[in-house]
């Protein structure tokens, strides 16, 4: 089995890239290649991913895209089995993370498995409660299959820690040109190919980054942008909001009133997109 990781970085030098490479490099399996793609940083990130050995394309800062800086990636390395993408700001929870996400693809018709991400205690209690419901602490296998069970979740995935089988990804055409969720188009799709994707609750990783309210006002927005350019997603596996009705539905009254004055903002940017 032949695998390479991708991580696209900006100035990541104080989100921790050191340390996630070293974490990288104390794997009880190593990658054929850990591939930069960097969009023109202008802090220490390029020299510290030289010093571990990474291979490293440099593109222009206004060039980057979610969806196709990271097929560029794919593009640039079709002759290998599997390509683990990470964001840089996040750590490997143990030696053995990226060797229990890869046995994912031990089980039948698996062509995408995503590891369970883990707040830490600086995370605000929005993205505490978030984190808990998208990545619970059991596994999940799911196809077309589940649609009527899990909705618009059956397509979730994230490329902060996401393993992708390369020919079953270009088979349905790789990532599309988008600025956000180019991992839940390319697993929606993968899907409705008749193929699985697996969450691996036993693959952890540390990522946590707080927003302010108008970063969270702007993820509303991209996430209406995301939406609304690919509706297709929505009619086939139904509507985000009713996986919000099903977050609310696990909380007690005083988290809930919480929970959704942290959430305005974002709720906010998604509809000014949406009844645009």
Avoid at 80 to 109: G, H, P, R
Avoid at 193 to 208: I, L, M, Q, R, T
């Amino acid at each position: 089995m032949s695998f390479i990781i991708i991580i696209p970085t900006y100035n990541a030098e104080h989100a921790g890239i050191e340390n996630l490479l070293k974490s990288i490099k104390e794997q009880s399996i190593s990658p054929d290649k850990i591939c930069i793609i960097d969009s023109s940083s202008t802090d220490g990130t390029v020299e510290i991913c030289r010093k571990y050995g990474c291979d490293i394309t440099i593109i222009d800062k206004g060039s980057f895209n979610h969806g196709l800086t990271r097929q560029q990636g794919i593009d640039n390395n079709k002759n290998y089995d599997y390509a683990v993408f990470m964001t840089q700001d996040i750590l490997l929870k143990n030696s053995c993370t990226l060797e229990v996400l890869l046995s994912s693809f031990n089980y039948d018709n698996v062509a995408i498995a995503y590891g369970r991400q883990l707040t830490n205690e600086t995370s605000s209690f929005i993205e505490k409660i978030s984190r808990k419901f998208n990545y619970p602490e059991y596994s999940i296998m799911k196809s077309k299959n589940d649609i009527s069970k899990y909705g618009i979740s059956t397509a979730f995935c994230s490329d902060s820690f996401a393993a992708y089988k390369i020919q079953d990804l270009l088979s349905v055409g790789g990532f599309p040109k988008t600025d956000f969720a180019e991992d839940m188009i390319a697993a929606a799709k993968i899907i409705l190919a008749g193929k699985k994707v697996y969450y691996n609750a036993e693959a952890e990783v540390y990522h946590s980054h707080p927003y302010s309210i108008r970063a969270e006002y702007e993820r509303g927005k991209a996430i209406g942008t995301m939406h609304k350019e690919n509706k297709w997603l929505i009619d086939t596996f139904g509507k985000a909001e009713n996986k919000g009705k099903e977050l609310l539905k696990t909380l007690s009254l005083h988290k809930k009133f919480i929970y959704i004055l942290q959430a305005v903002p974002k709720l906010i940017g998604y509809k000014s997109v949406m009844f645009r």
